[in-house]
């Protein structure tokens, strides 16, 4: 089916190190809801920690799981370098601007805090209490404009609706090698190289980024590769991503992506019931982890819209294992001697 298409970003998937300290930054500074706390099916011994807008629309959602004991992210080649989240307009990222000044105390690298130019458009840097690395991006070609994606306010995020953060704008990744990743990309997932840019900052240096995109098109659908071959392997820790999903619409077409990957001789799981989604997984060449995910049925599928995210969620399959689950998880907001943002 070569017309296939992702219709864009769906979520991504960090690791933080401290659970009381991501709950407060992503709702308190950053205005998103914590929509679903869950665990890591993969490892029920983790918290897995789902932000985004009123109802966690496709595309709004920041996911993270709670590796305590992990190594700090090792930056590198292989890995999402960056996720740039969506704003308004210009004026909205010198409000954040202002906001995150006063909010984070030292900025992890130079250029942090700093309005500065990316091609076309206008991006804000910084990180998160745990290193990970954000950019809030707006497109002066189309202030204000929310076509390419859906998004809802959180009537109590502590963050102004006409500033608030739209969902995911793009993800940056490092390769050693641009061409196998772009392969991938343009021959296997359908997405279309848009254009480049340098970005010229102390981040990405003089190298040209490539700019793919899928479905509309635009903020939302993006991903931005840089080819690093000077750099090492890089490896996920806290503060690092783990990996990105792409959108498709049902499992129909999922069934089809899966399809068309195996033909492709890529190495891809079978469909994984996620409940609030379905997924399958695969790295691209240059060793990133991709997923493709569904859009249902998303999740109010186990909570009243009025209480997500307010008590711990299990998926049907895990329920009959609730305590044990609990009794393995620490309290998700105690405080620890690393609290605070």
Known sequence: ?????????????????????????????LGL??????????????YHLFYGDNIGHPG????????????????????????????????????WQQHLTAVLSTPLAPGDLQISARGDRLAL?????????????????????????????????????????RGMAAVTMLVARLE??????????????????????????????TVYTTGAGGLGTEVHVQARPELARGYPGVGGVHHVAFRTPDDAQQRAWRERLVAARVNVTEVIDRFYFHSLYFREPGHALF?????????????DINHLGEALALPPFLEPYRREITAGLHPLLAPTEQGGV
């Open 125 to 165: 840097p910084f990180a998160d209490p745990d290193g990970l690395r954000l950019a809030l991006v707006a497109d002066p070609l189309v202030q204000g404009a929310d076509d390419a994606m859906q998004w809802q306010p959180w009537p109590a995020s502590p963050i102004p609706a006409a500033v608030a953060i």
């Open 180 to 209: 196998p990743t772009a392969h991938l990309l343009t021959q296997v997932l359908n997405f279309r190289e848009a254009t480049t840019y340098i970005e010229g900052g102390p981040l990405y240096g003089d190298a040209p980024l």
């Open 60 to 95: 709004t959602e920041l996911t993270f799981f709670d590796f305590t004991d992990a190594a700090p992210n090792r930056p590198g080649t292989g890995m999402i370098h960056e996720i740039a989240l969506r704003v308004p307009d210009r004026a909205a990222l010198a409000w």
């Open 291 to 303: 997923e493709i995910a569904t859009d249902g049925p998303g999740f109010a599928a186990d909570e």
């Open 33 to 46: 809801r914590l929509v679903k706390q869950t665990v890591n099916q993969d490892d029920v011994s983790a």
């Open 1 to 29: 089916m070569s017309d296939l298409s992702l219709t864009g970003l769906h979520h991504m998937s960090a690791i933080t190190g401290n659970t009381a300290r991501n709950v407060a930054f992503y709702t308190d500074v």
